[in-house]
């Protein structure tokens, strides 16, 4: 069983459009992941939250916003996305420092 | 800066094969390494990891991997494959909120 989860599992939106991932994690973990991931490569990293406040950005586009609204959740608003930023989004989550991220199953995006 | 390098982007073994995945690291300290597996369209799962403590690390579904500080590698083996082994791995190093990963290598398994 799986303590990362996130939703929703697909999700096919216009260029106009704007949507919203979300993860939840029951781990009591204080730092939590987003990650892009193309086909046949491996993860990159976007945004890190840590104790609910931003510590990193990967120089992600701004149609790209993160919110971490507790400790728990952990959300990606999308809005006007463009077809490249079709990928596979996956949430993980850890302790502090070096400790093991334990990811979600992830959310399939296109872009049309 | 830490890195890590899959030697291998496909690796094709047969049922009961032994199984070998190498990965070799570039550290300034005394890294934290990882192997996760991904079956298609899902997400990563954690097979093992080495923390500095035993060289030898079993992991989950029959794999383990050596720390060799000597040779900077952890390379991942599986003595004996199976169909359901058939996925993508990634190697992956540490760095303080961070983890870097390899390319990946896709393990095939035919009967």
Redesign the interface.
């Known amino acids: 069983d ?1 303590e ?1 989860t ?1 939703t929703p599992k697909h999700l096919v939106m216009g260029m106009t459009n704007k949507k919203s991932l979300k993860c939840e994690q029951h781990m009591g973990h204080r ?1 939590m992941y987003w990650y892009k991931q193309k086909a ?4 990159e ?1 976007m945004f ?1 939250y ?1 104790y609910e406040k931003l ?2 950005n990967e120089s992600v586009p701004s149609r790209f916003s993160p919110e971490c609204p507790n400790s728990s959740l952990l959300n990606l608003h999308l809005h006007a996305l463009q077809p490249e930023d079709s990928a ?1 989004y ?1 949430c ?1 989550t850890s302790g ?11 959310t ?1 995006l296109t872009v049309l | 800066a830490q890195s890590v390098t899959q030697l291998g982007s496909h690796v094709s073994v047969s049922e009961g094969a032994l199984v070998l995945l190498r990965c070799n690291y570039s550290s300034s300290v005394p890294p934290y390494l990882f192997w996760y597996v991904q079956y298609p369209n899902q997400g990563l799962q954690l097979l093992l990891k080495y923390t500095s403590a035993a060289t030898l690390v079993k992991g989950i579904n029959g794999f383990e991997a050596e720390f060799k500080k000597s040779e900077t590698s952890f390379h991942l083996t599986k003595p004996s494959a199976h169909m359901s082994d058939a996925a993508e791995y990634f190697c992956a190093v540490s760095t303080a909120s961070k983890l870097t990963f390899g390319t990946g290598t896709r393990l095939q398994v035919t009967l």
Do not use: E, H
């Open positions: 799986t990362v996130q730092a046949k490569k491996p993860p990293l890190v840590s510590s990193i596979l996956l993980a502090q420092g070096k400790d093991t991220q334990y990811f979600g199953p992830g399939r």
